[in-house]
């Protein structure tokens, strides 16, 4: 079984650019996460999706990050424009929920804003 | 106040020596406890998943919950240069609600 996808590995921009971040997770998978994770740091929750609807956005800064998952299957995490402290892994997890009741994760993609 | 507290090392221990790995939370709704192990510039891997209290053993890892005490923990037997990593505490109320990482603890066994 193919696990969690993210893409790009690694984005290096300059503030005030956009960026976006990919995932493709686990077929069959219903819920789908995004964290992000800054150095020395757990992972801390952005947004959770259920299939195509986003049911816990409350920690997503609204003002510059956006997300979609469209068809309830891949989703897309934007920022713009990027700030300095926007720098750090972002983690994408997906679960199968009433099967597993556990989270598998992506490798990340670590951003960098100069 | 945090809702997981765990102490991020670094912890320096000699091959086969067993490790011990702690987490405290203040949320006494927890009731689903996870340790994830995470190596460098890659993702967490789940490692051990618990519900309520007792022990789980699993090969050289034994997850301990102790809900009175608002405790859990995570022993590595005759530890490896391979386990060498972060060990992050997840914890949870429900299945669905929101997972609460610890700060994750940092690992190297020494050859």
């Known amino acids: 079984e193919a696990g969690v996808v993210q893409s790009p590995r690694y984005k290096i921009i300059e503030k005030k650019q956009p960026v976006a971040f990919w995932c493709n997770p686990i077929?069959?998978?219903?819920?789908l996460y995004w964290y992000r994770q800054n150095l020395g740091q757990g992972p801390e929750l952005l947004i959770r999706?259920?299939?195509?609807?986003?049911?816990?956005d409350s920690q997503l800064p609204k003002d510059r990050f956006s997300a979609e998952r469209l068809k309830g299957v891949d989703s897309t995490l934007k920022i713009q424009p990027a700030e300095l402290g926007d720098s750090a892994v972002y983690l994408c997890?997906?679960?199968?929920?009433?099967?597993?009741?556990?989270?598998?994760f992506g490798p990340g993609t670590r951003l960098t804003v100069l | 106040q945090k809702e997981v507290e765990q102490d991020p090392g670094p912890l320096s221990v000699p091959e086969g020596a067993i490790v011990s790995l702690n987490c405290t939370y203040s949320?006494?709704?927890?009731?689903?406890f996870m340790w994830y192990r995470q190596y460098s510039r890659k993702g967490p891997e789940l490692l051990m998943y618990?519900?309520?209290?007792g022990n789980k053993e699993d090969g050289r890892f034994t997850a301990q919950v102790d809900k009175s005490s608002k405790y859990i923990s995570l022993f590595i037997r005759d530890s490896q240069p391979s386990d060498s990593a972060t060990y992050l505490c997840?914890?949870?109320?429900?299945?669905?609600?929101?997972?609460?990482f610890g700060t994750g603890t940092s690992l190297t066994v020494i050859p």
């Open positions: 997890a997906s679960e199968d929920r009433g099967r597993t009741d556990t989270q598998y």
């Open positions: 077929s069959g998978h219903n819920t």
């Open positions: 997840a914890m949870s109320s429900n299945t669905g609600n929101q997972f609460y």
């Open positions: 949320n006494s709704a927890f009731q689903y």
């Open positions: 618990t519900y309520s209290s």
């Open positions: 999706y259920e299939n195509e609807e986003a049911v816990d």
